[in-house]
């Protein structure tokens, strides 16, 4: 019985190829955007996951900065009142797992015949276990070399393949803003940072190194901003109100004066890109879904269409002994048969589509197989509710009537 | 199933006051009055009349594609105004065989496939069901066109590829509107000749409606209608008065 509706509908369907076409040409497109932008919204989730996981865990920044002097409020940053001894005073808050203080800068790189613009840190040992970074090769600096402020050196990747190529870097010297500088490690790969830097174009050496020798500080010890990681997600506010405590006290702030730093928790903010950016593809998927259901709302059209012009064919089975049971199904079927095939043309459409736009912007895309299925259920279901009214009309209709439809 | 001798006598068709009117724009208009008719099993009737007396409308309400205003009709012993919509699909699938002026094949499919159609509503397998098409079509002498669409054959042809379709449930009662009412002369005579085989030599019950008296002349028994009455119904050979040709 089902066999032999199943090649009624196909050769109903094959009788108005160009028809079944069109009606199928909804489904794909609908199925087809729903599964791309799904991928696309994967893509860019993973990607801000992988960033947020290379930035490292339970993480404060804390900025130097927003001043008042003269009744004109500085930004954060903009006047360096932390110091060294400052990130020293936090790491023995309880809750804080390691401080790292940092002084960037810009500067002029140089080995051989190459050079390489690039940021700068100075900053000390721990710097690697705040950012929970690894070293590829070679070895951290020591504290020892803070102390006497060295020219050592570590090299990210992407300053290490502009400046040696396939050289190894361990051991040789290269000038920056023209000292001699000890290459002694190259950091770990880490990608792209939630704001699109590449955080493997830096450089770190110790911080004395970066304030004495380096880019010099605006007084003794101070660094821009100091980085602090919290030994646990759960002890963070608490952690962040010790640490506003201890400087405000540190830096004899009196109650009811503006801070002159400011604490920011990190991963905080990046969850709330993460949620913005799950918010966003879900968007994505949202509208795209609104194109399988104009894709449903097609087939309904080109249904109802099919069982009016088809009334007395509808007619004549009925007098040969065809049920309304019988109608309905043939009917439902041609639309379920129309809805499938479309979803599964559209998936793989979408996968290709998907695909196209990883190799034009470069942007990964994850096509899951949870967004599949979900668009097969969906196209199933929209294949059943828009095949549905026009089924049931046509299974409602009364033999002579139908046998009468000119 | 148990043939007792009081379902060997049991009428095929019994209509008692069947009364049937159109609603329309101009209201409800009266096209069958309180007719009373029985038809005995192996039976060949002719139904008469002129033009807009009714015939149509008492064949499809015989039927079960359309339903009476009033009255009763019992088919085969079953009262019809008892069934519910799929036992009467069941009936028009397994006790009536209808055959249409227009022949209202499947354009579509082959004419083993349009021979098959109602043997599908019966949950039949493929393969019986085509070897049951193609012994249909082989006894109406169209075995070789059984891949042919039907606008590749003549309207008798199609003709009879719609009465093999009406025989492959193997019906008790075959009901015909004016099937000769698009063919010629000498292929009317073809289908004629086919429809008293099935009568004479199957025990068939056969009703057909006709404009023409020699067409009638196959049959045993002749019913008049005009204006929804029935002003004839007996022996075809005593009726001459009535078989003049109404077309
Ligand atoms: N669906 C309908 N609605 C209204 N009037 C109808 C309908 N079908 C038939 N009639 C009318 O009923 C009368 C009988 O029609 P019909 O049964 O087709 O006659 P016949 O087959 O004898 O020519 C005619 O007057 C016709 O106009
Ligand atoms: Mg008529």
Redesign the pocket.
């Known amino acids: 019985m089902i066999g032999a509706m199943l090649s009624e509908a196909w050769q109903a369907m094959h009788a108005n190829r160009m028809r079944t076409f069109l009606t199928m040409l909804g489904m794909v497109i609908g199925v087809g955007a729903v599964i791309m932008m799904l991928a696309i919204g994967q893509g860019v989730q993973q990607k801000v996951a992988a960033s947020i996981a290379s930035m490292g865990s339970n993480l404060f920044i804390i900025l130097s900065g927003s001043t008042t002097s003269g009744g004109a409020r500085m930004g954060s940053g903009a006047v360096p009142t932390l110091t060294v001894s400052d990130a020293q005073a936090l790491e023995e808050l309880p809750g804080i797992a390691a401080v790292a203080p940092a002084q960037p800068g810009t500067a002029q790189l140089v080995y051989g015949p190459n050079n390489w613009s690039t940021q700068v840190y100075g900053t000390t040992p721990s710097y690697l276990t705040v950012r929970d970074w690894t070293m590829a090769s070679g070895a951290n600096f020591t504290d020892s070399d803070v102390r006497s402020a060295t020219r050592v050196a570590l090299l990210g990747q992407t300053v290490v393949q502009n400046l040696f190529g396939s050289e190894d870097p361990i051991g040789k010297t290269i000038r920056i803003k023209n000292s001699p500088y000890v290459v002694l490690g190259v950091l770990g790969a880490k990608g792209q940072s939630l704001d699109g830097r590449d955080q493997d174009d830096t450089v770190i050496v110790p911080v004395t190194t970066a304030q004495r020798k380096l880019f010099g500080s605006q007084f003794a010890g101070s660094v821009r901003f100091i980085m602090a990681q919290a030994v646990s997600a759960d002890a963070m506010p608490a952690a962040e109100k010790a640490m506003n405590e201890l400087l405000r006290q540190r830096h004899h702030i009196r109650n009811g004066e503006d801070d002159d730093f400011s604490v920011r928790n990190l991963t905080a903010m990046a969850n709330t890109a993460a949620e913005t950016t799950q918010v966003l593809s879900l968007m994505l998927g949202a509208i795209a879904s609104i194109s399988l259901l104009v894709g449903g709302i097609g087939i309904m059209n080109i249904m109802l269409v099919s069982v009016t012009e088809r009334t007395r064919e509808i007619g004549i089975r009925m007098a040969i002994g065809a049920c309304g049971r019988d109608v309905l199904l043939q009917f439902l079927l041609e639309a379920i048969i129309i809805s499938i095939i479309g979803c599964f043309i559209g998936v793989l459409l979408g996968i290709g589509g998907a695909l196209v736009v990883e190799k034009v912007t470069g942007l990964g895309v994850v096509v899951t197989v949870m967004s599949i299925v979900l668009a097969f259920s969906v196209a199933a279901a929209v294949g059943i509710f828009f095949g549905w009214y026009p089924a049931r009309k046509a299974s409602r209709l009364k033999p002579i009537d139908a046998l009468?439809f000119q | 199933m148990s043939e007792t001798a009081a379902t060997a006598v049991m009428p095929v068709i019994r209509i008692e006051h069947l009364y049937k009117e159109?609603l329309?724009g101009a209201g409800a208009?009266p096209?069958l009055h309180e007719l009373d008719v029985t038809v005995m099993p192996g039976e060949f009737v002719a139904i008469m009349?002129p033009?807009?007396?009714?015939?149509?409308?008492f064949m499809n309400i015989l039927g079960c594609l359309d339903v009476a205003t009033r009255g009763s009709y019992w088919l085969n012993g079953r009262d019809v105004n008892q069934q519910s919509s799929d036992e009467l699909a069941h009936l028009r699938n397994q006790v009536i065989g209808f055959v249409f002026q227009g022949f209202n094949l499947l354009p579509r499919a082959s004419l083993e496939d349009n021979v098959a159609l109602p043997l599908i509503y019966r949950g039949v397998k493929r393969a019986e069901r085509l070897a049951r098409a193609y012994e249909m079509l082989e006894k109406v002498g169209l075995g070789q066109y059984r891949y042919s669409r039907p606008n590749q054959i003549s309207g008798g042809q199609q003709q009879r590829v719609a009465i093999a379709r009406a025989l492959v449930n193997q019906p008790k009662l075959i009901l015909a509107d004016e099937p000769t009412g698009n063919l010629d002369t000498h292929t009317s005579q073809e289908i004629m000749a086919l429809f008293t085989e099935l009568n004479q030599r199957d025990g068939i019950t056969v009703v057909l409606v006709t404009h023409e008296a020699d067409i009638a002349g196959y049959a045993q028994r002749l019913v008049r209608l005009t204006d929804g009455n029935i002003v004839y119904d007996g022996p075809v050979e005593h009726a001459a008065e009535h078989l003049e040709s109404t077309a």
Not at chain 2, 51 to 57: L, N
Request: charge should be positive; glycine fraction near 24%; hydrophobic fraction near 15%.
């Open positions: 009468r | 159109y329309t208009v096209v009349g033009s807009g007396s009714g015939k149509s409308t």
